[in-house]
Structures are given as C-alpha cells and as structure tokens.
Nanobody, 115 residues
C-alpha cells in the first residue's frame, strides 16, 4: 500500500504565497511522475503543474511564472511553491503520484485566496 499525505494549504491574501507538500510512503519501489491538480466546486479537476522523474516540468498557462513545482526523491516528496496568489487560485489542491506504475491521489488540501 502507498499513502500520500498533503500539507500546506490555508487562507492567504491576494499577492501572498503558500507552499504545498505531498509525501508518499509505503511499499515504494519507483516513483515516476508527480504533480498537482486543482478543483473548484462544479468544475473538473485540472492540472496545475507536473514534474517527471528527470525533473522536467509542465505548467498550466494560468500558473506559469507564479508557481514552481519541485521534488525531493530522497524523501519521496513533491512540493508546489505558489507565489503572487490570486483569488482565482482558490481551489482544493490534490497531489498525484505515479508509484510502481499506478496512480495515487492525495486527500486534497484547501487553498483560499481572499482579502
């Protein structure tokens, strides 16, 4: 079994920053892609940022230049540094990790950007 534990969400004012973390644990032999997706009520879950095992990254256009995804392979952890946050970034953020060839999702963490 593999577990993903997310942390770092919360309430922040527009222009502020937050850093999300997602740590994988359990029977891990290999981790390939890692990423962050986000979802607002009534809408589909969309990709925000992904990073592969070689460190190559892809960002949604809406977060380019403001969000940075990174990973620590020794800790089986993926991070999302979010700067210059906007109200439209408000969503539940889910990490997604491909472990041993299978997709796993975190439980989700709420990010609210509001004054």
């Amino acid at each position: 079994q593999v577990q993903l534990v997310e942390s770092g969400g919360g309430l922040v004012q527009p222009g502020g920053s937050l850093r999300l973390s997602c740590a994988a644990s359990g029977s891990i032999f290999s981790i390939y892609g890692m990423g962050w997706h986000r979802q607002t009520p009534g809408k589909q879950r969309d990709m925000a940022a992904i990073i592969d095992s070689g460190g190559h990254t892809v960002y949604a256009d809406s977060v380019k230049g403001r969000f940075t995804i990174s990973r620590d392979n020794a800790k089986n952890t993926v991070y999302l540094q979010m700067n210059s946050l906007k109200p439209e970034d408000t969503a539940v953020y889910y990490c997604r990790v491909v472990v041993n060839g299978r997709d796993y999702w975190g439980q989700g963490t709420q990010v609210t950007v509001s004054s």
